[in-house]
DNA sequence: CTGTCCATTTCGACG
DNA sequence: CGTCGAAGTGGACAG
């Protein structure tokens, strides 16, 4: 038997089942009218309402309204959940520590009870991701500039990682900055961050030969597309915004190329 | 009746079950092994494994592994959820525009099924947010220091709002930018994007009598805490931290005054 | 609608 | 264990 319900269970047998299952390191779902607790980072509460409850194995409890995609009140794996008693109702207690937080449902009227001994040893795999983004200008660098060399990917600074650094036709340095989505104020703030550092760098050459003049680095930030004000932040000192959206994998490629051979 | 179980569901089963109750509304639980497809934004597969899925009225679809906070896929909710039957396996499929995304769920294996027909009017209440922060300082901006007034709170400028734009007991303005947690490299980014905006506008007055001198412009950072790196930053830039952990909006300052009458 | 910023952000990678 | 940056970020709020 992986899963069994349990219909309308009163307290007690609530109670019993939830430790059971979180004994046995099954997941528990619950449908349940209830009025929850949350205090830690901030502090919250929600009246009774009918909601979905989920104790996982692992920790986590899920508190889930029947509206929304994220749910209202939660816990994240790592902490423990328990169940006990109180006043004659069920009450499920999420807590964990670093940060200290609890969240705690009272059951008023518990509907379903479902407990589910699941094995899942599959794991996610995504593509068009920034990575596969920054593979493709890896293999194409003229797409950002025509005769733009990558000299180095994920270059380490004292301030961060700087996604690419590069030098242009003439040989002058370019910091390059990689956003998947559309550029934001705060991805111009760090493209500005890098840019400022390697004008402090280049400026001062520790490792000979490298040298270039004071004013000569750019910066680039590549994105599907901007807003007018981070445009204008970026003209306005001296950085340069250049237009990727579309973007493919050497496979991807390959695969939509074989489609088109038709 | 409020929630409704079926124990181990055949396809045909699941299916017009789930028809049932995306048509009046209910929430709709499934313990099942399934195999998931995501196809949108990015896109993915997570091969055969024991999952909980959940659709809910307002189109709402996740997909909850044994292990983990977050759903490993998802449909936020203005979409549509549908159920079919595909070769002889019950198939939930979640849809949207803009962006256009999709969620498919292949069923192998359903081990339960839950209906709840849930009504929910309660609204969550939450303190402790930055906003509540905001508040406080508008009230007791003495906390940053002594003398400080507000002159405009969330004041908006060309590259983004600050926080507060406040003058001290001297009239020298102030840039006031306010995080609730722990302040990074971005939030000092931050400060030092609007009080180089200032400068350039108070060095070159447009509106009459505003004028200061160009360096007379103070940037202040406050937050619970700040790394050191966070520190050094803001000093070599001229900038300043001010440490701000407790704070309490008047409602709250209330009642914790009451409790300790006693 | 877009733009901007907060979030109990979560999550992962790296030092 | 802190720090930093991505996320299918989501969500609220203003223009």
Known sequence: MVAEQIDAPDPETLVSEAKAAFRDGALLSVQARCEV???????GYLGPGDRLLVAKP????????PTGHK???????????????SDGEAVLLARRTNPTERVE????????????????????????????MHEYIESNPDVLEEGLRIVEHERESKYGFIDFFARDESGTPVVVEVKRIQATLNH???????????EERESSPQEGGVA??????????????????????????GLEFVGLSEFETDAKGATEAKLTDF
């Not at 692992?58 to 309204?65: A, M, N, R, S, Y």
């Not at 003049?213 to 932040?233: F, H, I, Q, T, W």
């Open 105 to 132: 449902a009272r059951i008023l009227d518990a509907h379903g009870l479902t407990r589910f001994d699941a094995t899942d040893g599959a794991t996610y795999e995504e593509s068009g991701t920034e990575a596969e």
């Open 188 to 198: 111009f703030d760090q493209l500005q961050r890098y840019v400022s550092l390697y």
């Open 37 to 43: 607790e949350y205090d830690g980072r901030t502090s």
């Open 71 to 85: 749910p209202v009140n939660w816990m994240p794996g790592g902490g423990t959940v328990s169940a006990r008693v």
């Open 212 to 237: 270039a003049g004071n004013d000569e680095v750019r910066g680039m930030l590549v994105a599907p597309s901007a807003s007018e004000r981070v445009k204008r932040a970026l003209r306005d000192n």
């Open 58 to 65: 692992d920790g986590t409890f899920l508190v889930h309204q």
